[in-house]
């Protein structure tokens, strides 16, 4: 069974850093799309960052860019979430999500999630 | 970016009712929709990819339809485990988007 499981979430004063990981098993890691989604308490699902399967390509929302670092290591089936720079409104759960062998394929699989809050 | 917008955002109905959302993009995004599924405290759950299939192991009570712009989501015989947050998705375009979500209380 295709599982998902993240960690690393925590409580970080604002300007902090963290650290998810996106553990994957039962499928062939290295060959799909992987995303980090996030949801704040009460809010929608807003999208946040996305690797290409072999790490080559990442791209980020607006809201993250520069201050977040989206990446894999194929050889231990993670994914990665690396957060600088924190703030208040960075304050949810944070899912990652496979997707597919194209940028376009739909994403089918979920983690569990991992709350992260930021809060002096 | 695409806007997706779901309506509405929020109905009541009860057990054995059929229920019908609706999600529209802010422009063309050919049959690139998906729906998922979000449970209280729980992660999404997929649904129906390319606006109309239903991922593996999604009952047949689920029905997607719609492309170009405009897409809904059906669900029949509501049951109690169908109460929860239904959000639409396009997949197409980048960023990927959802809507804003339509909550199914009963």
């Known amino acids: 069974e295709v599982q998902l499981v993240e960690s690393g979430g925590g409580l970080v004063q604002p300007g902090g850093s963290l650290r998810l990981s996106c553990a994957a098993s039962a499928f062939t890691f290295s060959s799909y799309w992987m995303y980090w989604v996030r949801q704040a308490p009460g809010k929608g699902l807003v999208w946040v960052s996305r690797?290409?399967?072999?790490?080559?390509?990442?791209r980020y929302a607006d809201s993250v860019k520069g201050r977040f670092t989206i990446s894999r290591d194929n050889a231990k089936n993670t994914l990665y979430l690396q957060m600088n720079s924190l703030r208040a409104e960075d304050t949810a759960v944070y899912y990652c999500a496979r997707g597919g062998a194209y940028s376009n394929s739909p994403w089918d699989y979920w983690g569990q999630g991992t709350l992260v809050t930021v809060s002096s | 970016d695409i806007q997706m917008t779901q309506s509405p955002s929020s109905l009541s109905a009860s057990v054995g009712d059929r229920v019908t959302i609706t999600c529209r993009a802010s422009q063309d995004i050919s049959n690139y929709l998906a729906w998922f599924q979000q449970k209280a405290g729980k992660a999404p759950k997929s649904l129906i990819y390319a606006a109309s299939n239903l991922q593996s192991g999604v009952p047949s009570k689920f029905r997607g339809s719609g492309s170009g712009t405009d897409f809904t989501l059906t669900i029949s015989s509501l049951q109690p485990e169908d109460f929860a947050t239904y959000y639409c998705?396009?997949?197409?375009?980048?960023?990927?988007?959802f809507g804003q979500g339509t909550k199914v209380e009963i």
């Open positions: 690797i290409n399967s072999d790490g080559s390509e990442t």
């Open positions: 998705q396009q997949y197409n375009g980048y960023p990927p988007t």
